[in-house]
């Protein structure tokens, strides 16, 4: 599981045999989960998430985009 950050309680990952997917990021915090499709950026699915934290995840995610892309290239190849 590629680790890409942690922010205010939020951890950002991947799942290493999910590389045949289109980009994504799965997110989680406090015992709630969420993916997020990347290109364009869009919930996918949530579980125990807050509305609040749902939007603060799609912030952080913006915010670190490069970052995520990066990472994804590197663990994936594509």
Request: charged share 30%; aromatic share 16%.
């Amino acid at each position: 599981m590629p680790e890409v950050f942690r922010d205010e309680g939020f951890v950002f990952f991947f799942y290493a045999n999910e590389g045949s997917e289109p980009m994504h990021i799965h997110v989680r915090r406090a015992g709630g989960f969420a993916k997020f499709w990347l290109l364009p950026l869009e919930l996918d699915s949530s579980k125990g998430l807050k509305s609040s934290d749902l939007m603060k995840a799609e912030n952080m995610i913006v915010e670190n985009l490069d970052k995520i892309k990066e990472k994804w290239y590197n663990v994936f190849g594509y």
